[in-house]
């Protein structure tokens, strides 16, 4: 029994940017991961062991929000190379990374970038 699970508006501050005050002041953003995955036994077992870990995507995803980079378009491959290492089971897997107020010559609610394998 083939499955999505998704984890929608994930809520970081962090300092992605290509301009130097964006790294300096930092800035919002809202991330949604979203896989399928076969979730058959979890659907019978009612097991945490049985499912895919909801935790460890968004420790995952934390600690790679934390980590500086230029482009959402870096950090968003970053997140799915190490998801699809860590949760080999994962059939597909998708992440948006949006960028709240970026720095554009007109008023912009968000920039967004989305990856998935």
Request: hydrophobic residues 40%; charged residues 25%; negative net charge.
């Amino acid at each position: 029994m083939m499955g999505k699970i998704e984890l929608k508006g994930m809520h970081f501050f962090a300092r992605h940017g290509v301009y130097e005050q964006e790294r300096i002041d930092g800035n919002d953003f809202l991330v949604d991961f979203s896989c399928d995955a076969d979730i058959s036994a979890a659907s019978e077992s009612d097991n945490l062991n049985d499912t895919v870990d909801y935790q460890l995507i968004n420790s995952i995803i934390a600690e790679e929000m934390d980590m500086p980079s230029a482009l959402l378009e870096h950090v968003a491959g970053r997140i799915l190379r190490r998801i699809r290492a860590e949760i080999p089971e994962l059939l597909h897997a998708s992440v948006s990374i949006s960028k709240m107020n970026p720095p554009l010559p007109t008023a912009t609610e968000c920039s967004k970038v989305t990856l998935s394998y």
